[in-house]
């Protein structure tokens, strides 16, 4: 038999006997012990596989069994919601795809009604509905892990964005804070908006802080250094600060010169010496008993004497 | 043929450096800058290129040997607002300009020259008693 014949005679079942089948399909879903309840109604359930039979009908009348066929493009197109939707809720992709497989028991009980006198028939109808359902439970895997590429990708850039803030400590001194591991990708843009902001600022001095990155190497070492060589191009010092002791050893042991780069252990230090070459200093302001708010705005103070 | 202006202020030399630089046009800019500073007898050279947008190797390496024929010739050299993408593409380069000093803009360069210039000329007072 043809598999036209046989995409009638799966869309006749379906007819026939939609009620009880449905029905059944419901069961086998929720009996499966990866449904979950909490996060899916029966109702919504019972909606989202009444949809997908109606779909499936009309694709089984004018596509046959082929699901490549564009006649398949609304079952595609209603996986593909249901998928994303599941994906986003947390189920596994297994979890989905089971909603596609579990449809299998029933209709091949109907199958086996159908075809009792003819094994042969039976056999053929039966592998042709099981090519067809294991394609689009397939297809939900996949729209589940596009999904799951396209949520990385919009958090590596998410990322990207966050991570490369360039503060402005003081009137010509700059700080870029580094946090997380520093690869090519994420240096250039960092360098990028640090001498993007030096232009901007006109500010003569920079300190780079590398008490967030985990593990420098050699290539982290050569960026950095690549960086300062730049900054100091355009006519701006840079301060290295946030070394932490297995950092230094590391940096010592790996043998990257470090020897014309300016090297602090601590920000604090690195501002410390930045406010210096700015001809600024900090003091302590004589009248300590004086209140805290009075301390921060001396202008007040003035204002009052 | 076009030319680069070299402008006299007391003892510095200004270089403003306001189209795209080709080969020709930097070796000509050498010629004239050193044949300049020693018939003015200048003391402090600013080299202002913030509006050089594109430089390849070999203007990467002319900016590097005008700054060091400049100091053999006994004058301060300072290379000034230097764009950020010019930067990178230097550093990529591996010509890192040992050696040229670099200021944000004009002003900063031309305190950093003040500076030095003073500096020498308290030297050579020492050294003259």
Redesign the interface.
Known sequence: MATQAQAQTLVEILREDERSLLHEWLEAQLESTTMRSTLLTRSELQDQSRRFLDALKAALDHGGLDSASPAYEGVRQLLEEMSTARGRQGYTPSETATFVFSLKQPLFARLRERFKADAGELAATTWGATLLLDRLGLFTTEVHQKGREQLIIRQQEEMMELSTPVITLWDGILALPLIGTLDSARTQVV??SL??K??ET???IAIIDITGVPTVDTLTAQHLL?TV????????DCIISGIRPQIAQTIVHLGVELNDVVTKASLADAFAIALRRSGLSVQRMKDSSASSIRRVRPQDQEAEG | MERIPILKMGRHLLVTIQVDMHDRLAMSLQDDLTDRIVSARAKAVLIDISALEIVDSFIGRMIANIAAMSRVLDAQTVVVGMRPAVAITLVELGLPLKGVRTALNVEHGMALLKAQLDNSDDRDADASH
Do not use: D, F, N, S
């Open positions: 360098m990028e001498l993007q030096i232009v006109e500010a003569p690549k060589a730049a900054a100091r191009l355009m006519g701006a």
